[in-house]
């Protein structure tokens, strides 16, 4: 519905190299959710407000997300003629996912704004629901 997209992530950490650095632990684990993404996208459509599982090694819970389109100020993109967006990936806890696929991706989108937590992938925080 977005037209192509590019997928975006954000973090509240610092800019840093060091591989102990939380930053770097982040940036590592969205560039492996992005490559999953780009395999699944091959044969799958993701739109906005949708969740994902992303599997992860065998024994490992697998990843949860929820899709937004990322238009701050409500800027859009045409590349030629053709509509680009930007697709924003949201990490969130299993229990967020099972509450958005219950009541929309919108009204946990909504619970994140409402929290301080949109549009970051950080899971430092409590889930903005209960089980």
Same mark, same amino acid.
């Not at 492996?32 to 799958?44: D, E, M, N, Q, V």
């Not at 238009?71 to 930007?86: C, E, Q, S, V, Y």
């Not at 919108?106 to 549009?119: D, F, I, R, S």
């Not at 992938?121 to 089980?131: A, E, L, Q, T, Y």
């Given at each position: 519905?977005?037209g192509?997209?590019?997928l975006?992530?954000?973090?509240?950490?610092?800019?840093?190299?060091?591989k102990?650095?939380?930053?770097?632990?982040?940036?590592?684990?969205?560039?492996? *959710?992005?490559?999953?993404?780009?395999?699944?996208?091959?044969?799958?459509? $993701?739109? =906005?407000? &949708?969740? +994902?599982?992303?599997?992860?090694n065998?024994?490992?819970?697998?990843?949860?997300?929820?899709?937004?389109?990322?238009?701050?100020?409500?800027?859009?993109?045409? *590349?030629?003629?053709?509509?680009?967006?930007?697709?924003?990936?949201?990490? $969130?806890? =299993?229990? &967020?996912? +099972?509450?958005?696929?219950?009541?929309?991706g919108?009204?946990?989108?909504?619970?994140?704004?409402?929290?301080?937590?949109?549009?970051y992938?950080?899971?430092?925080?409590?889930?903005?629901?209960?089980?």
């Open positions: 519905s977005i192509t997209y590019e975006v992530a954000f973090t509240r950490n610092l800019i840093s190299s060091e102990d650095s939380d930053f770097f632990k982040i940036e590592r684990r969205m560039c492996g *959710i992005f490559t999953s993404l780009g395999f699944y996208t091959k044969t799958a459509r $993701i739109e =906005p407000r &949708e969740t +994902c599982e992303v599997p992860q065998e024994g490992e819970p697998n990843i949860c997300l929820i899709f937004d389109e990322y238009a701050p100020n409500g800027t859009h993109f045409t *590349i030629g003629d053709k509509k680009h967006g930007l697709l924003l990936v949201i990490e $969130i806890f =299993p229990e &967020e996912m +099972c509450y958005a696929m219950n009541n929309g919108q009204k946990l989108l909504n619970l994140l704004k409402e929290k301080g937590h949109y549009p992938s950080d899971m430092n925080r409590k889930p903005v629901v209960s089980k």
